[in-house]
């Protein structure tokens, strides 16, 4: 089974520039997540998709960051304009409802 | 804050010792899991519990969990340098199929 496909790896960008993430979970797997983790820190949930549909927002910051999850499968995460605070690694997961949940590599964003 | 405690933040020990980390939550939960991050990669699944469960195993891991005190704990036997990484708790809120991550425990196991 492949696992949760995540790109890009690294990206660096200036602040006030524009990044998008992508996410391609596991077969199968209705639910979908964005966490962000900053170094040094847990994981904190961004997003939360059941099928095409968002569960719980409640911590994404609205005014620079969206999140689509087109079709129920794969997913997109943006950030618009990004700031200095947003340096951290961008996890995506996916689960089946109410099981274990299976996160990708990640992607390492840094903002000079 | 929804996130809970994990102590100790920081553990070091000898190749061949036990590791024990704590974690501690705030909500009624559906279960609660266990994550391993090695340096650099992203976060590796462990072992789950549910909430009617007490004590689960898997290989050289060990999990319990206490709904009363909202309290788990995860232990490592026999530790190898391989195990050095971050450890994570994570809990299943009862409503919603949400994940909450503790802050974690560093873990350094020296040869």
């Known amino acids: 089974e492949a696992g949760v496909a995540q790109s890009p790896r690294y990206k660096i960008i200036e602040k006030r520039q524009s990044v998008a993430f992508w996410c391609n979970p596991i077969s199968g797997h209705a639910t979908l997540y964005w966490y962000q983790q900053i170094l040094g820190q847990g994981p904190k949930l961004l997003i939360q998709f059941q099928n095409n549909g968002v569960v719980d927002d409640s911590q994404l910051p609205k005014d620079r960051f969206s999140a689509e999850r087109l079709k129920g499968v794969d997913s997109t995460l943006k950030i618009q304009p990004a700031k200095l605070e947003d340096s951290a690694v961008y996890l995506c997961?996916?689960?089946?409802?109410?099981?274990?949940?299976?996160f990708g590599e990640g992607s390492w964003l840094t903002v000079v | 804050s929804q996130q809970g405690e994990e102590d100790p933040q920081a553990l070091s020990i000898q190749e061949g010792e036990n590791a024990t980390m704590n974690c501690s939550y705030k909500?009624?939960?559906?279960?609660l899991q266990w994550y391993r991050q090695n340096s650099g990669r992203g976060l590796v699944h462990l072992i789950l519990i549910r909430s009617n469960e007490r004590e689960k195993h898997s290989g050289r891991l060990r999990v319990t969990l206490d709904t009363s005190k909202k309290s788990s704990s995860l232990l490592i036997t026999a530790s190898r340098a391989a195990d050095t990484a971050s450890y994570f708790c994570?809990?299943?809120?009862?409503?919603?199929?949400?994940?909450?991550f503790g802050a974690g425990t560093i873990l350094r196991v020296k040869s």
């Open positions: 997961a996916s689960s089946r409802w109410s099981n274990t949940i299976y």
């Open positions: 994570a809990w299943t809120m009862e409503y919603g199929n949400k994940l909450v």
């Open positions: 909500t009624s939960i559906n279960n």
